[in-house]
Every structure is written in C-alpha cells, then in structure tokens.
C-alpha cells in the first residue's frame, strides 16, 4: 500500500513548505544577483521574467492543491491534510506576481494599470482570480474553520472558479503556442472533470431505487 510506506507527519510537513519555497529561494537569489549587477537569468528582462515564474508556479500549486484530493482517492497518497499549505504557498505566489507586475512593469503607476486593464482585459481576468483566492487565504486557519462551521467549505468552493479565471488569464495572453499553459488546461479540465463524475455518481446514489413486483 502506498500510504503505509507514507513519512511522518512533521517530515512531509517540513518537505511540503520546503519544496513549494524552493522556487521563491532560487528567484530570490538570482533578483538578489542581478541587483549586484551579475548577469544572470533574469538581467535582460527582470519584471517579464520574474511575472512569468511567479505565475507559473502560482497556478502549478493552485492545481496541485486541487490535485491532492483525486490522488489521495485513486492512489492512497495521504497528503491531502497539506492542500491548504499548498494553497497557501500558491496565494505568496499570487501577491508577488502582482508586486512584480506593479511595481517592474508598471513601475507603480496605477493610471497605467487601468489603462492596462482597459487594453489587456486577460488582467482583470487575472485580478478577478487573486480576488477570489483572497478569502480562502484569509479563512485558512483553524480558527475560521471552527468559527465558519459549515460555510467554510462553501467559502472554499471559491477555488473552483478561481483556478478557472487563473488559467484563462494564462491562455489569454499567450501570442502563440505554450506547452505550460496546454498542461495546466488539461489538468484543470481533468481535475474538475473527476470530480463532476464523482459528485454525478454520489447523486445518482442518493436517489430512491423503486423494485417492481410481477
């Protein structure tokens, strides 16, 4: 079975934040090398460069958080207690894709980022998606849960519709073909396409069966 060869619970805590911060670190370090004036991945285009991973890696764990749950169900894999740190991670992932944005491309002029809006509506799409992960991120403790009761599930049905708007701001802005934005398409498609199967069979359950007597 693959959950009995499972790790201890503060280790797989440990190596969930540690993989999902990993991509901030490297980031991080390069912006940090650039500064210093060192050539490095980043240095011919900085702000395109760091929106591009910054996205990347926000919509990659907002569908691996989603992904916890089928894998849990088909596989075993008992991770599924860490989708709201994987989420987590991918909302810093979202606030530093804005800051990035903000502050590198727009250089913090706010009456160029509504004319950007106005231009380049996949933006407010974009900003429709951190809108609505906001309040997951905010209710994410145990506290909200105990105090939200039933309407925290319904609060995080959000991620639903989000996920969506995050990978249609990916493909709307795309000129060209992009395998990453294919992939997460057809993840997200997959992801939300199990669960409609699994929520039509749990309907289907429910319904009364009526026996018919000769």
Excluded at 67 to 82: N, S
Excluded at 163 to 176: E, G, N, R, T
């Amino acid at each position: 079975m693959v959950g009995s060869l499972s790790l201890p619970t503060p280790v797989r805590r440990s190596l969930v934040h540690l993989l999902c911060a990993l991509p901030l670190v490297y980031w991080g370090w390069q912006t940090l090398l650039t500064a210093q004036g060192q050539f490095t991945p980043i240095s011919t285009d900085p702000g395109a460069v760091l929106a591009d991973k910054t996205g990347f890696w926000a919509i990659s764990l907002l569908l691996a958080s989603l992904a916890l749950t089928p894998l849990q169900r088909l596989f075993r894999l008992r991770w599924v207690k860490y989708r709201r740190a994987v989420g987590l991670w991918a909302f810093v992932y979202v606030l530093l894709h804005i800051v990035v944005f903000y502050t590198l491309i727009l250089g913090q002029d706010l009456a160029e980022f509504w004319q950007e809006v106005v231009e380049r509506p996949y933006i407010l799409v974009g900003a429709l998606a951190s809108l609505l992960l906001l309040p997951l991120a905010l209710t994410s403790t145990q506290a909200a849960m105990r105090q939200l009761k039933k309407r925290w599930q319904q609060v995080h049905y959000l991620v639903y519709p989000a996920a969506i708007l995050a990978v249609i701001h990916q493909l709307w802005q795309v000129k060209s073909f992009e395998l990453v934005a294919i992939i997460h398409t057809l993840v997200l498609v997959s992801l939300l396409g199990i669960r409609v199967y699994w929520w039509l069979g749990k309907r289907n359950a429910r319904r009364p069966k009526f026996s018919s007597q000769a």
